[in-house]
């Protein structure tokens, strides 16, 4: 039975971003959840969450926050799952701040980090992290990236006959 992923948003205002993680599972056909717990606000809320994340069925936990970015890292350091961070853009630093709260991990409590705002990554890097002990989802990943491949080349066939006179 495949594993869920967990994503964990530090709060509501990062549902926009959140939703392409949420979409992408879907698609891939992933079972996931969705919570809304801050580091600095609800913090034992979300140790709690992810202390029991891998007895619940979790395989990956995503977190998504900006500003000061302490979600992913005060998720890290309470599970050995695997743990993906988004940083999400600020009305600050353009998510500057968030990447690099989000990026520099002590040594010992790991945190994967995609872009800023990169929820579409986050979750196909959980998808790629479930793929290693699920074939069919590997399958459902090679698939997608084929897809991903032929509609680039569709796009460069309409602009090479737009632009590219001979």
Same mark, same amino acid.
């Given at each position: 039975? %495949? #594993?869920?992923?967990?994503? @964990?948003?530090?709060?509501?205002?990062?549902?926009? +971003?959140?939703?392409?993680?949420?979409?992408? %599972?879907?698609?891939? !056909? +992933?079972?996931?959840?969705?919570?809304?717990?801050?580091?600095?606000? &609800?913090?034992?809320?979300?140790? !709690?969450?992810?202390?029991?994340?891998?007895?619940?069925?979790? *395989?990956? @936990? +995503?977190? =998504?926050? *900006?500003?000061? =970015?302490?979600?992913?890292?005060?998720?890290?350091?309470? &599970?050995? @799952?695997?743990?993906? *961070? +988004?940083?999400?853009?600020?009305?600050? /630093?353009?998510?500057?701040?968030?990447?690099?709260?989000?990026?520099?991990?002590?040594?010992?409590?790991?945190?994967? &980090?995609?872009?800023?705002?990169?929820?579409?990554? =986050?979750?196909?890097?959980?998808? !790629?992290?479930?793929? /290693?002990?699920?074939?069919?989802?590997?399958? #459902? %990943?090679?698939?997608?990236? !084929?897809?991903?491949?032929?509609?680039? @080349? =569709?796009?460069?066939?309409?602009?090479?006959?737009?632009?590219?006179?001979?």
């Amino acid at each position: 039975m %495949l #594993k869920k992923v967990g994503i @964990l948003m530090g709060s509501d205002s990062d549902l926009p +971003i959140v939703k392409k993680a949420t979409d992408m %599972l879907s698609l891939l !056909e +992933i079972p996931f959840e969705v919570h809304v717990y801050s580091a600095h606000r &609800t913090p034992l809320e979300a140790a !709690e969450f992810t202390k029991n994340a891998k007895k619940n069925g979790f *395989g990956v @936990l +995503i977190a =998504a926050a *900006g500003m000061a =970015a302490h979600l992913a890292g005060a998720v890290a350091a309470n &599970t050995t @799952l695997p743990v993906i *961070g +988004i940083p999400c853009k600020g009305p600050v /630093l353009d998510g500057m701040d968030a990447l690099l709260a989000t990026v520099q991990m002590p040594t010992g409590i790991p945190v994967a &980090t995609v872009a800023i705002n990169g929820a579409a990554n =986050a979750a196909l890097l959980a998808a !790629e992290i479930l793929a /290693l002990s699920d074939d069919t989802l590997s399958e #459902k %990943l090679i698939a997608k990236r !084929e897809s991903d491949r032929l509609a680039v @080349l =569709a796009k460069d066939e309409a602009v090479a006959k737009e632009f590219n006179q001979q």
